[in-house]
């Protein structure tokens, strides 16, 4: 079973920046799509960002589009989200994801399966 672990969450003004990362183990990290999802308390959790297996393709939530952008390096077999101009309405505990298929073609919330811990993103007005 893969194992996913974000980091890199904290405290920061709004129009901050923070770089989260995502470790990923346990199962082979370039044949799967991988994504970030965020959760705020009482909040149902929501879709952020994904990137394609191939490395190829990305897409963005229409909220933080223009602000955030996924990326992967294969070599470390890390995700990354890289969020500017933050916002309060940002603030939540962020989750990487792995879709559950190898080699799966296009892009659906449902596939994904695998689940990492979170790092909480704090965004203060």
């Known amino acids: 079973q893969v194992q996913l672990v974000a980091s890199g969450g904290g405290l920061v003004q709004a129009g901050g920046s923070l770089r989260l990362s995502c470790a990923a183990s346990g199962r082979t990290f370039s044949g799967y799509t991988m994504g970030w999802f965020r959760q705020a308390p009482g909040k149902e959790r929501l879709f952020v960002a994904a990137i394609h297996w191939s490395g190829g393709s990305t897409y963005y939530a229409d909220s933080v589009k223009g602000r955030f952008t996924i990326s992967r390096d294969y070599a470390k077999t890390t995700l990354y989200l890289q969020t500017n101009s933050l916002k309060p309405e940002d603030s939540a505990v962020y989750y990487c994801?792995?879709?559950?298929?190898?080699?799966?073609?296009?892009?659906?919330?449902?596939?994904?399966?695998?689940w990492g811990q979170g790092t909480q993103v704090t965004v203060s007005s």
């Open positions: 994801a792995g879709d559950r298929r190898k080699l799966g073609s296009g892009f659906s919330e449902e596939n994904f399966g695998s």
